[in-house]
């Protein structure tokens, strides 16, 4: 399914529908979405890229290990939204982000991996989409392929020290529970995602998929899920799995 073309309407997922859950980042799309919305905020405003250069030492550094890496990207997402004072606020913008760079969000959507979206799709299944981005943001790039109409459970943005922030981060462990939270209490049959930060995702589903992983994280998957799961490369050409043609 080519990303510049919209796909069909679907039926409702069958009553008995397998769950399959979908990661967003490095799996449906070649990136990651949060941190490309959180530049263009930033560089709305000269003060805020002079902001962000000052806290980079710091926050930066943060971010490249995983027990920092939340409160490092939370210090961006503060810059680039310093002023908002509701969700909405940050909404608005991001649709403004989504309309002005159509172009672009569309490129970045993988083919292989809506391929994939599509099939289960059709066949019924309850197919969501669980994303540490703002769910408005999935929803938002989802929409160019007529996806829109797919739940996206995702981090839960409102009001902090002036800004917007993540009252609640869908990641590692949390992802999970906010998926069972949000309804979905049935067996995860099927989880896609690309990040060790997913585990808890995959290691619950009955037929995890690992797709367009780092390659030094390859070794590390094959160890901690079962025997044969696949480990695949949906088109991100900096990432490691087994390529799958369109």
Known sequence: MNPESPAPRYSAPRADGPLVVFDFDHTLYDGDSGTHLFKWLIKRDW??????????????????????????????????????????????????????????????????????FHQHREAGDCVIVATGAPPELARA??????????????????????????????HYEMKVTMI????????????????????????AAIAPVVVNPKAERVEMFRKVLPAGTPILNWGCVDRAGEPVAS
């Open 141 to 170: 790039i989802l929409a160019f392929v007529a996806h829109e109409d797919v739940p996206v459970i995702g981090t839960l943005v409102g009001p902090r020290f002036g800004a917007i922030g993540a009252v609640r981060h869908c």
């Open 47 to 116: 003060w805020r890229v002079l902001l962000a250069l000052l806290i980079t030492p710091v926050f930066g550094t943060m971010i490249a290990f995983l027990p920092t890496r939340r409160r490092g990207i939370s210090a961006f997402v503060w810059v680039g939204t310093i002023g908002l004072h509701r969700r909405r606020d940050l909404d608005d913008l991001i649709d403004r982000y989504v309309v002005a760079n159509e172009a672009t969000l569309r490129a970045k959507l993988l083919p292989v991996a809506l391929q994939v």
């Open 180 to 203: 069972r939270e949000a309804g979905y209490i049935q067996p995860i049959q099927r989880a896609y995602s690309d990040s060790s930060a997913d585990l808890p995702l995959l290691k």
